[in-house]
T-cell receptor, first 109, second 116 residues
């Protein structure tokens, strides 16, 4: 299973942008980059995914490095409800999700 | 559309017993995956079912088993429970129309199992 490296924890302030980094130096050409988050006492929820190009949706943006060895999840304006553990996952075609330890994001009011 | 539902939400068992957990996927979803989450090991993949067949399996002992019914509902069973089986068991469903890795998995709230 391809590996990702994320900081154990990050802290940010409400209404400020948050950039969550993820390193995946062993990524292969067919690995998609997925982000899920897990709010307290809930199951994980999908955030965003991409392959090569940057992606935007209503929740976040995903910036993928040109060599695809790293990516950054961007929350444009954090709210208290964004406090969660964020998982960066490499997912080969038709394969299972393999979760790492994730980044615990704390949002200060 | 209703989300993924799991029953029961909480369960207490003793060592040596067996337990069956149930998962109802989102209507129309054909794939169901199971995960175990513990503070020490994090989220670990157990198995995935598609069209009543196990499609992927994680590194868990044979005491952990599962099945999927024709209506896509799934059950997982753990026999001869050990203290270390105490965990949050999460079920996730996806459409699985093409096996495309872009398919989103939708997770249920989980069943919290405590083994005494």
């Amino acid at each position: 299973d391809a590996k990702t490296t994320q900081p154990n924890s990050m802290e940010s302030n409400e209404e400020e942008p948050v950039h969550l980094p993820c390193n995946h130096s062993t990524i292969s050409g067919t690995d998609y980059i997925h982000w899920y988050r897990q709010l307290p006492s809930q199951g994980p929820e999908y955030v965003i995914h991409g392959l090569t190009s940057n992606v935007n949706n209503r929740m976040a943006s995903l910036a993928i490095a040109e060599d695809r060895k790293s990516s950054t999840l961007i929350l444009h304006r954090a709210t208290l409800r964004d406090a969660a553990v964020y998982y960066c996952i490499l997912r080969p075609l038709a394969q299972k999700l393999v979760f790492g330890q994730g980044t615990r994001l704390t949002i200060n009011p | 559309k209703a989300g993924v539902t799991q029953t029961p939400r909480y369960l207490i068992k003793t060592r040596g017993q067996q337990v069956t957990l149930s998962c109802s996927p989102i209507s129309g979803h054909r794939s169901v995956s199971w995960y175990q989450q513990t503070p020490g090991q994090g989220l670990q993949f157990l198995f995935e079912y598609f069209s009543e067949t196990q499609r992927n399996k994680g590194n868990f002992p044979g005491r952990f088993s599962g099945r999927q019914f024709s209506n896509s509902r799934s059950e997982m069973n753990v026999s001869t429970l050990e203290l270390g089986d105490s965990a949050l068991y999460l079920c996730a469903s996806s459409l699985a129309l093409t096996g495309d890795s872009q398919e989103t998995q939708y997770f249920g709230p989980g069943t919290r199992l405590l083994v005494l």
